[in-house]
Nanobody, 119 residues
Framework: QVQLVESGGGLVQAGGSLRLSCVAS????????MAWYRQAPGKQRELVAG???????DYGDSVKGRFTISRDNAKITVDLQMNDLKPEDTAVYYC?????????????WGQGTQVTVSS
């Protein structure tokens, strides 16, 4: 079982920056991919950014060049640095990890943290 706790959300003006953090706790970690997703009201949850256990990253098209994902395997954390924020970035942001358990990948989600960007 893996528990995830996010922090760092809040209200920011357009053009500003925020940094989200997610820390994992529990037992028997064999975490593979770590990622951030977001869900705006009335929209489907979408990938923001992901990072593999080897450090390979991928980003949603709308955030490329503005957001940076990073992970610390020793501390079992994943951060999302968000720069040049836009009102359309307003959403609840969720941390997601995939843990290898008994040969199977199992996904875990955090509770979400609200990011609101005012124009």
């Amino acid at each position: 079982q893996v528990q995830l706790v996010e922090s760092g959300g809040g209200l920011v003006q357009a053009g500003g920056s925020l940094r989200l953090s997610c820390v994992a706790s529990g037992r028997r970690f064999n975490i593979q991919r770590m990622a951030w997703y977001r869900q705006a009201p009335g929209k489907q949850r979408e990938l923001v950014a992901g990072v593999s256990s080897g450090g390979c990253t991928d980003y949603g098209d709308s955030v490329k060049g503005r957001f940076t994902i990073s992970r610390d395997n020793a501390k079992i954390t994943v951060d999302l640095q968000m720069n040049d924020l836009k009102p359309e970035d307003t959403a609840v942001y969720y941390c997601n990890v995939e843990n290898l358990e008994g040969g199977c990948l199992r996904g875990y989600w955090g509770q979400g943290t609200q990011v609101t960007v005012s124009s």
